[in-house]
């Protein structure tokens, strides 16, 4: 997973994959918000560049459809957008902390995870 960059729309895509395991293209589509639901070949052209860049594959076929699955975790994905919004702060984590903190998005609950998260890599682990 490591340099491939997904879009607002692929990462969409694989949202659905990741909440329900596999899911066909029709699924995929029927997944996205009425009034703004993209065509069924606009999805059916966006998962077949997905398998391209190796994101998710196909499981099975179910009659004349395939079902397809995420090849790449959520947090692999995540990661990239995180590393990308990182750079554009010059690497630097502190902007991005202060304004979640001064919009209210920053919670208790997230401070204690990063603060065991922390624990855990000073102490030669992986964090959970």
């Known amino acids: 997973m490591t340099g491939v960059r997904l879009t607002k729309f692929e990462m969409q895509i694989m949202e659905?994959?990741?909440?329900?395991?596999?899911?066909?293209?029709?699924?995929?589509?029927e997944s996205f918000p009425e009034?703004?639901?993209p065509?069924?070949?606009?999805?059916?052209?966006?998962?077949y560049?997905?398998?391209?860049?190796?994101?998710?594959?196909?499981?099975?076929k179910v009659g004349n459809f395939h079902m397809f699955a995420a090849?790449?975790?959520?947090?692999?994905?995540?990661?990239?957008?995180v590393d990308d919004l990182l750079a554009?702060?010059?690497?630097?984590?502190?902007?991005?902390?202060a304004h979640?903190?001064?919009a209210g998005k920053l919670t208790l609950e997230d401070v204690e995870f990063?603060?065991?998260a922390l624990k855990q890599i000073k102490s030669g682990g992986k964090p959970e």
Do not use: D
């Open 16 to 29: 659905t994959l990741w909440g329900k395991g596999e899911a066909s293209i029709r699924e995929i589509q």
């Open 35 to 37: 009034k703004k639901r």
């Open 39 to 47: 065509g069924y070949t606009t999805v059916q052209k966006m998962v």
């Open 49 to 60: 560049r997905l398998e391209e860049k190796k994101v998710l594959h196909r499981v099975r």
């Open 71 to 81: 090849a790449v975790t959520r947090e692999a994905a995540q990661g990239r957008w």
């Open 88 to 97: 554009i702060f010059g690497g630097q984590t502190r902007p991005v902390v």
């Open 100 to 102: 979640l903190i001064g």
């Open 114 to 116: 990063a603060e065991r």
